[in-house]
Nanobody, 113 residues
Framework: VQLVESGGGLVQPGGSLRLSCAASGFTFSWYDMRWYRQAPGKERELVATITTTGVGTNYADSVKGRFTISRDNAKKTVYLQMNSLKPEDTAVYYC???????WGQGTQVTVSS
C-alpha cells in the first residue's frame, strides 16, 4: 500500500490549493479515505472523510464550507480542494486509509502573506 500526497505549497490568506493523494497497492474503490492535518505543536486532526463511492462526506467544523473532499476511483486518487484559506490552516496534510491505518508522507501547506 502506498499513498503519495502532492499539491501543497505557500498561499496567501483567502487563496486556494488542491491537494491530491495517489493510491497504489490496493483496490482503491473498496475503501473510505480521509485527510488529516497536523500543525506545529498540535495533535493530528481529522479534516475530511469520503466513502467508497464518493457520495458520503464529512468535515471538521473548522473547514466546513471551505474545503471539499472528492475522489476519482478510476485514477485511484483522492483530492482535497481548499478555498478561503486562513493562516490557521497551516499544517502538514496527510492522506489516510482508515482500514489498517495507512498513511502518506504528508504535504506542507503554509498560508501566509
Amino acid at each position: 500500500v502506498q499513498l503519495v500526497e502532492s499539491g501543497g505549497g505557500l498561499v496567501q490568506p483567502g487563496g486556494s490549493l488542491r491537494l491530491s493523494c495517489a493510491a497504489s497497492g490496493f483496490t482503491f474503490s473498496w475503501y473510505d479515505m480521509r485527510w488529516y492535518r497536523q500543525a506545529p505543536g498540535k495533535e493530528r486532526e481529522l479534516v475530511a472523510t469520503i466513502t467508497t463511492t464518493g457520495v458520503g462526506t464529512n468535515y471538521a467544523d473548522s473547514v466546513k464550507g471551505r474545503f471539499t473532499i472528492s475522489r476519482d476511483n478510476a485514477k485511484k486518487t483522492v483530492y482535497l480542494q481548499m478555498n478561503s484559506l486562513k493562516p490557521e490552516d497551516t499544517a502538514v496534510y496527510y492522506c489516510n486509509r482508515p482500514t489498517n491505518n495507512y498513511w502518506g508522507q504528508g504535504t506542507q501547506v503554509t498560508v501566509s502573506s
